[in-house]
């Protein structure tokens, strides 16, 4: 594993992981198979996509896919993806040594696909549009908090795709990332991001948070889930904050 700090918070993580292209594209067929829909539909022209956030249908067209059941089919598969990320936000966290103040938990993963033609805006993995908060002006919140995501990761699982290249508005320098490798960054406002269009074939990426814990309703039910059923949601003891442990 090469390690490459872009600046602004962004480290590139290069040679991660091997991943074998036809077992992918196994895999990806057969989890769409069975995931779950991707959007609500609101019935008045707008939906609701896993995020939370409220689209048109031309929006809907244009956002990836995400797969969320990743640990159904190959447990073996998912814990080897979750390995390697943890590796990353080790190597990221020695750069960035006060990121374990702010962290314990690792949200459940999911796999994102763009097709031809996708995309994502810059945004930050922070916004209060993905969170509980809905606040207008004099009005005060339910919740004064928006996420609790810190620290984001995006392992690329293949790089026979055009375009979908990952930019960071605020990095000295954009990583170029080859399958297998991960960029680490900021999950606020530093870490603005986007992918640009997919102009041929297909990108896959592993994405997960680091954070202090879910925060929305439906993130704390799927944490629990998970963690019950061992899919590793918790930051080993090691990476967190000395005085965080139980004292003898
Ligand atoms: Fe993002």
Redesign the pocket.
């Known amino acids: 594993m090469e390690v490459e700090d872009c600046g602004g918070g962004v480290v590139a993580f290069h040679n991660v992981v091997d991943i074998d292209r036809e077992f992918l594209a196994g895999w990806i067929a057969k989890r769409r198979e069975t995931e779950p829909p991707q959007f609500t539909d609101n019935g008045d022209g707008t939906y609701t996509n896993l995020g939370g956030y409220t689209i048109d249908a031309e929006q809907a067209l244009s956002q990836p896919g995400r797969l969320v059941q990743i640990w159904d089919d190959d447990p073996e598969f998912a814990q080897t993806l979750s390995d390697a990320l943890l590796e990353c936000v080790k190597g990221y966290m020695d750069i960035y040594p006060a990121a374990r103040q702010a962290v314990w938990a690792r949200m459940p993963a999911h796999v994102v696909t763009y097709t031809e033609g996708q995309s994502?805006g810059e945004?930050?993995?922070t916004s209060v549009e993905v969170s509980d908060v809905k606040y207008w002006e004099g009005e005060i919140p339910k919740a004064t908090i928006s996420s609790l995501n810190v620290i984001?990761g995006?392992l690329l699982l293949n790089d026979d795709f055009e375009g979908g290249e990952m930019r960071f508005r605020h990095a000295a320098k954009q990583p170029e990332m080859k399958a297998g490798g991960a960029a680490l960054y900021p999950s606020n406002y530093i870490g603005m991001?986007e992918v640009r269009p997919v102009t041929k074939g297909e990108r896959y990426s592993y994405?997960q948070f680091v954070g202090a814990g879910p925060l929305t309703p439906g993130e704390i039910a799927t944490y629990k889930q998970w963690d019950r059923e061992g899919k590793s949601v918790w930051l080993p003891p090691e990476m967190l904050y000395d005085s965080r442990r139980p004292s003898e």
Do not use: Y
């Open positions: 994502i945004h930050t993995d984001s995006s991001h994405l």
